[in-house]
């Protein structure tokens, strides 16, 4: 099977509708498949990768921790737009810090998340074969 | 009490955000909950339309900003309430105008 690169959208806040936990639960199931994946995440999608959620109090499963074993799954490419960020008065430092281990490199820790403008990802966005947004 | 607006969308979604401030008037309360809780947040154009809608009263309710992870981003002069503090305000106010 050719390898195809897959690129998932994510442009909505979780919790206030399903998209967010839905986009997950494909990337999951698609990980299976060994294709060339990667994460974007523009307005309010931005929201689904903030450090420190917490549920308990509104009923809803946490679905945050599962972005952090991504990079297992080798889903280690997380492109997060930089004016997107800007315009919610969020940094980096507000997102969890998800990494990954590079086989190739006797398993070094990297970054999977890269900062990116929005003309720079409208770019990585027209490599690719497949796009799917939620 | 005034009219309690509640507000759960984003206000970078849609437009029910500014929609509710156009119709929020003096001595009145806006709730923000669910998606809405995002309007609660500094450093945002929504922080700066909080500070100018001076006469209304703003609240976030604390289990949704919770969720989101984003207590420490809270805006200053917004009153965070918890579900038994929602059902006081929809008490205390005249009535209750819920934007969807």
């Known amino acids: 099977m050719a390898v195809k690169k897959f690129m998932y959208v994510n442009r909505k806040a979780p919790y206030g509708t399903v998209y967010a936990l839905e986009s997950l639960e494909v990337v999951l199931i698609g990980a299976a498949f060994d294709q060339d994946v990667s994460l974007a995440f523009i307005g309010d999608g931005v929201y689904e990768l903030t450090k420190g959620q917490n549920t308990d109090a509104i009923g809803q499963k946490n679905f945050s921790p599962v972005y952090s074993a991504l990079g297992d799954y080798d889903v280690n490419k997380i492109y997060v737009e930089k004016e997107s960020l800007e315009e919610r008065g969020l940094t980096l430092d507000d997102l969890q810090h998800l990494v990954w281990e590079d086989e190739d490199e006797d398993w070094a820790e990297k970054d999977s998340i890269r900062l990116v403008s929005r003309a720079d990802l409208a770019d990585v966005m027209a490599e690719q074969d497949i796009c799917l947004s939620f | ?100």
């Open chain 2, 1 to 100: 009490m005034g009219l309690l607006h509640t507000v759960n969308k984003s206000p970078f979604e849609s437009n029910t955000f500014d929609t509710c401030l156009g119709y929020a008037k003096d001595g009145s309360t806006v709730l923000l909950i669910e998606d809405g809780v995002y309007a609660a947040t500094t450093g945002n154009s929504a922080a700066d339309k909080i500070k100018n809608a001076s006469g209304v009263t703003f609240a976030v309710l604390g289990p949704d900003l919770q969720a989101r992870g984003l207590e420490g981003k809270l805006a200053d002069g917004i009153k965070v309430v918890d579900y038994e503090g929602f059902v006081n305000l929809a008490a205390e106010c005249d009535s209750v105008q819920a934007w969807l």
